[in-house]
């Protein structure tokens, strides 16, 4: 089958053509501008190929998601070897500031999270609203008292007549679906909101061994 679409194999080598110009092939690694290998987070440029910008400043997927909708779906996507300049240019971006906005997003997601025990005692004390925003089924599974599962209601509920200084702490498994409820709220201008930091997950390791863990 191999021959009959490529012809008959020989021994013969194929004719090459003399040729004046320099082989430069094996010099192309010289050519080519060298990786940025720097994680400090002070050194972002657009130069950081976007699997490094991704791990040095966690927050920035979610950031650069939520502002310019970049990387939420195969239309609007990245590589993780793409450089940082190169995905704002393909988005019409200017990179320095995307550059200020990944930053300003990593300190603000800090202001975002807060741990289970201040969370175990602000809800003993009736001074938060615990919003779990899993889904019914994992629910289900595990919870925490006196949390509220977030719905289409409860949603529509927070967002037209709860007073934007609520204290508001949103859970999930791990503490990443959390960061985004809590940023979206922030957003919408609810400025008390935050996170539990490692979810439920952490919840049943540093506070209620009984809650299952999956």
């Not at 191999?2 to 690694?29: M, W, Y």
């Not at 709860?162 to 985004?180: A, F, N, Q, Y």
Request: aromatic share 6%; with cysteine.
């Amino acid at each position: 089958m191999i021959s009959r679409i490529f012809g008959k194999k020989t021994n013969q080598p194929a004719p090459t053509e003399d040729k004046d110009d320099l082989d430069v092939t094996a010099l192309k690694p010289l050519m080519q501008a060298a990786g940025v290998t720097s994680t400090d987070p002070k050194d972002l440029s657009g130069e950081w190929r976007m699997d490094q910008v991704t791990k040095v400043f966690p927050s920035a997927q979610r950031a650069l998601f939520q502002r310019y909708h970049v990387g939420g779906c195969s239309s609007c996507g990245f590589q993780p070897t793409d450089a940082l300049a190169t995905v704002a240019m393909n988005h019409g971006l200017d990179v320095n500031e995307v550059i200020e906005h990944i930053k300003r997003s990593e300190e603000m997601e800090k202001d975002l999270e807060i741990a289970p025990p201040e969370v175990a005692q602000f809800l003993k004390d009736g001074k938060i609203k615990l919003l779990d925003v899993r889904t019914p089924e994992e629910y289900a599974i595990a919870s925490v008292p006196g949390s509220v599962l977030v719905d289409q209601t409860v949603a529509q509920e927070i967002m037209q007549t709860w007073p934007k200084e609520t204290p508001i702490v949103t859970m999930c498994h791990h503490g990443m679906r959390s960061l985004d409820a809590a940023a979206y709220l922030r957003g919408h201008g609810f400025v008390n909101a935050k996170s539990m930091t490692g979810g439920i997950d952490a919840w049943a390791l540093q506070i209620d061994p009984a809650v299952p863990r999956y």
